[in-house]
């Protein structure tokens, strides 16, 4: 199968139709001849991003899996598309209800973790601001959940940013 298809698989998923990488017979593909990370895509992909990461309100394992994957596939190795797509997810955590944050966050996590490269330093940038912004609007159980993700940084994000997140609780 080509990247394109799925591409249409995971936006299957996160519209709740299948799971991503699983053909219409349930067959798992895994890694296929076509990397899902290898082509850059272009404005029609990150307008599909924008609008299938508005149905992130939820924590949902499978939905956050496929917007880490196509987060991946959009991006590739530009950049650029790294830094569109990681402004995209930063705003969704800025403009979600308190009681969805957390959620945009454990994308947040999943991307920097599983596709790294050029997010890491995208979500950096901003993310003492927007997680001391979100931190603060919400309830104690969820300021916890917060914190416990924070302490799996560690190894991700620099300490610098860190740092500043630490002294900013």
Not at 45 to 74: D, W
Not at 150 to 163: E, H, M
Request: one cysteine or more.
């Amino acid at each position: 199968r080509r990247a394109g298809e799925h591409r249409a698989d995971a936006f299957g998923l996160i519209r709740g139709e299948r799971l991503f990488a699983l053909s219409d017979s349930g067959e798992n593909h895994g890694e296929h001849e076509t990397s899902l990370f290898e082509s850059n895509m272009g404005d029609e992909e990150m307008a599909e991003y924008a609008l299938a990461l508005r149905e992130l309100k939820v924590n949902s394992k499978p939905v956050i899996t496929s917007l880490t994957m196509l987060a991946g596939e959009i991006a590739g190795g530009d950049e650029g598309a790294a830094a569109t797509v990681a402004g995209m997810v930063e705003r969704h955590i800025r403009t979600a209800a308190p009681k969805t944050k957390l959620t945009g966050f454990y994308l947040l996590d999943s991307i920097s973790k599983n596709v790294k490269g050029h997010f890491v330093a995208c979500f950096a940038r901003n993310l003492p601001d927007l997680f001391l912004g979100a931190f603060a609007s919400q309830d104690e159980g969820t300021r916890k959940s917060m914190v416990r993700l924070l302490g799996t940084w560690n190894a991700v994000f620099p300490q610098t940013t860190l740092g500043a997140i630490a002294r900013g609780l």
